[in-house]
């Protein structure tokens, strides 16, 4: 293999984005990479909202740059809103600094950690001694933490070889700017702690991931490796709960329970993982003893609404309700959040979602009356 062959595969295999994976689990990064990648839809939306982010941004400076609007092919309303509140963001944090140095989708560089290790920044900041690293995330699937993000302190030691020379940096700041959920989350490290981690944790981990060497390790980094499936030490892992050894007498302790709620969903999800999996091999040809593929439930709908409405008026009868409003979603899209907020903040509501039971981590606040709206 030719060096740079070499180092891009290393650059893939050890990207920033799956840091918390490999960094949990070193050999995964070597596994993942002889699995093929799938391309998503929700990755090409996003690509899409960093750029019109990244213009926004590059505007607000005062550097030239061009409108990619029209070549966006996920572009609607809540990405134009989105990518506005965070070039808000920017410019109101901007206006609280001393005479700020920004850099916007800069390659930042921490191979003295990570072998050819780079990725690029969003938005990085300098201001007196404390260096800024901001990450734009268009994604709503799931609350994104900064707290002791390792892709985000993989981001800010890249960015500290471009300015430690520069500035006397004694903190960093780390900003998750998550619109499409209203998540913004923020993380100040002091500068001798990020070192020390890089130092004792990144750098030895990286090295193992490599190489394709350490323990194999489960856990909730699992979701996003691509080996989930068919992993051997995530099954042991899960199966420790169908393992679990009752206790007489007959019915189980209020400790029992707490343990089999502590894991219940990491194993549901490996269970849908493995379903998935299979389904995908058999529908590509794989025949598993005592399975077959059949169609599952669907619902009817009408293949030509218009011909439906027509032979209904003919029979005499109106196949129309009522005009119905537009759903939130929708309603949203066409008026754009900002001006949907205005005109109908206030006429809108969240009910409160049916009563679940998370673990403690969770940050919703506790709900007050289960018992009651459960039994509802
Ligand atoms: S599934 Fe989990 S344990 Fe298995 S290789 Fe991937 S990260 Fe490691």
């Given at each position: ?227 989930k499936a068919t992993c051997r030490k995530r099954a042991e892992y899960n199966l420790q ?136």
């Amino acid at each position: 293999m030719e060096l740079n062959d070499h180092a891009s595969r290393l650059h893939a295999v050890l990207s920033a984005s799956s840091s918390a994976r490999w960094l949990a689990c070193p050999p995964s990064a070597q596994l993942c990479a002889v699995l093929p990648d799938t391309v998503t839809d929700y990755a090409l939306e996003g690509t899409c909202a960093h750029e019109l982010a990244e213009y926004k941004v590059q505007k607000l400076l005062g550097n030239p740059a061009s409108n990619p609007t029209e070549n966006l092919d996920f572009y609607d309303a809540e990405m134009e809103d989105c990518t506005d509140s965070y070039a808000q963001y920017i410019a109101e944090l901007l206006a609280t600094l001393q005479e700020p140095m920004v850099l916007v989708e800069q390659r930042l560089d921490f191979s003295r950690y990570v072998p050819s290790g780079f990725g690029t920044g969003d938005c990085v900041i300098v201001a007196d001694d404390v260096l800024t690293v901001i990450d734009f995330k268009y994604g709503k699937g799931v609350a994104v933490s900064a707290d002791h993000n390792s892709q985000m302190m993989l981001y800010a030691l890249g960015a500290l070889e471009l300015f430690d020379a520069l500035y006397d940096i004694a903190e960093v700041r780390m900003v998750i700017f998550q619109p499409r959920i209203q998540n913004l989350s923020e993380c100040t490290l002091p500068l001798s702690e990020l070192l020390h981690w890089a130092e004792t944790e990144l750098k030895p981990k990286a090295a193992l991931a490599a190489r394709g060497e350490g323990a194999f390790s489960a856990g909730e980094h699992c979701r996003f490796c691509k080996g989930k499936a068919t992993c051997r030490k995530r099954a042991e892992y899960n199966l420790q709960l169908a393992k679990y050894d009752f206790a007489m007498p007959d019915k189980l302790t209020d400790t029992e329970i707490e343990t089999i709620l502590a894991t219940a969903d990491q194993l549901t999800a490996w269970v849908a993982d493995v379903k998935e999996y299979a389904l995908r091999q058999a529908l590509s040809g794989k025949q598993w003893h005592g399975y077959k593929v059949v169609a599952g439930k669907s619902n009817r709908k009408y293949t030509n609404p218009a011909a439906v409405a027509a032979a209904v008026q003919a029979y005499g009868k109106n196949p129309y309700k009522e005009p119905e409003l537009l759903g939130v979603t929708a309603m949203e899209q066409l008026l754009g959040r900002t001006q949907f907020e205005a005109l109908l903040g206030s006429l809108t509501e969240k009910p409160q979602g049916k009563p679940t039971l998370v673990p403690y981590s969770d940050k919703r606040p506790a709900w007050s009356n289960a018992q009651e709206d459960f039994n509802e």
